[in-house]
């Protein structure tokens, strides 16, 4: 094992509080696609990883399309902006939460406050970086107060996410907590029955494995062993299921 594979690893067990488990090189790099720069951006820069010209495009034309239409976006009150998403737009592997929190609502970039530590710990226990993956939200304005979204408020948002999914077409999503995961598997059940078992979304034609897990704020909330320990069974899931595709 490379000396940066058993960095990782103690990190891992650092991080979520594991025995030690090694991240296997070869599948941490399977995760990333063929035209992504082995060290990416550090965590907190937004990811300048190269994306494909056209789905750099398609993006940028969905945001402005989501930003002048989105029924919900344009018509909510109590936020300073919109946080479309951010990433590398060939990424084999994507992250949807819940909604932009005050962080990201101030910054315009996904998963930058607490809870964005958190997922980027995450991804780096994973072997990756945050500019190797997509991070986007099922709500692109942060809710009033920061509650939970109500389900008028995901049907107008929604269709953007799915067609930024036809856009990147990743191989797994993680779906980050219950809001994340009861929309895309269009389900009432709670997360933490969900967690752990592979599911799919159909963002319109395009059919994509999900793997639904905690919230890193849950994570945050909840710093147990076992806690750790099913999130990242759910990671390494995700590992395998990327090296075996
Ligand atoms: N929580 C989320 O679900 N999304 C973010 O972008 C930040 C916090």
């Given amino acids: 094992m490379s000396t940066r594979a058993v960095r990782q690893s103690l990190k891992t067990s650092e991080l979520l509080g594991v025995p030690f488990v090694p991240v296997r090189e070869e599948i941490a790099s399977a995760a990333t696609s063929p035209e992504t720069p082995a060290e990416a951006t550090g965590a907190a820069d937004p990811p300048s990883a190269p994306g494909s010209g056209s789905r750099i495009e398609a993006l940028e034309a969905l945001r402005r399309e989501h930003d002048a239409g989105c029924p919900h976006c344009t018509t909510v009150t109590g936020h300073t902006q919109t946080v479309f998403g951010e990433g590398n737009p060939d990424a084999d592997l994507m992250f949807v939460g819940e909604a932009p929190g005050a962080e990201e609502d101030r910054t315009g970039r996904p998963f930058v406050g607490r809870a964005g530590q958190k997922l980027e710990e995450m991804i780096r226990a ?43 077409e990743p191989r797994v999503i993680v779906a980050l907590g ?23 979304f159909d963002a319109g034609g395009l059919v994509v494995d999900v793997m639904p897990t905690f919230h890193p704020a849950y994570l945050l909330r909840n710093y147990t062993r076992d806690t750790r320990e099913r999130v990242w069974a759910d990671l390494q899931a995700v590992l395998t299921k990327l090296k075996s595709e």
Avoid: H
């Fill in 126 to 168: 994973m072997g990756l970086d945050r500019g190797d993956v997509y991070i986007a939200n099922v709500l692109k304005s942060r809710p009033p107060d920061n509650r939970t979204p109500l389900a008028d408020e995901i049907a107008g948002c929604a269709p953007y996410l799915a067609e930024q999914i036809r856009i990147i």
């Fill in 178 to 200: 219950g809001p994340a995961a009861k929309f895309m598997l269009d389900t009432a059940t709670g997360i933490t029955k969900l967690r752990g078992t592979w599911a799919q």
